[in-house]
């Protein structure tokens, strides 16, 4: 594998892994309904 390669495959390994955290954090601000007003409650 060439530096170029290897440069290219972090970068999207790196691109995944944000995707992945931004999605988890979505998953548990609904299920722990973080994102609801809490004056309304």
Known sequence: MSR???QEFLILQYKHMMIRETMY????K???K????????
Do not use: N, P, R
Not at 25 to 28: A, R
Not at 34 to 41: G, I, P, R, T
């Open 25 to 28: 954090k979505e998953i548990l």
């Open 30 to 32: 609904q299920e722990w």
């Open 4 to 6: 170029e390669q290897a």
């Open 34 to 41: 973080l994102d609801q007003d809490f004056a309304s409650v």
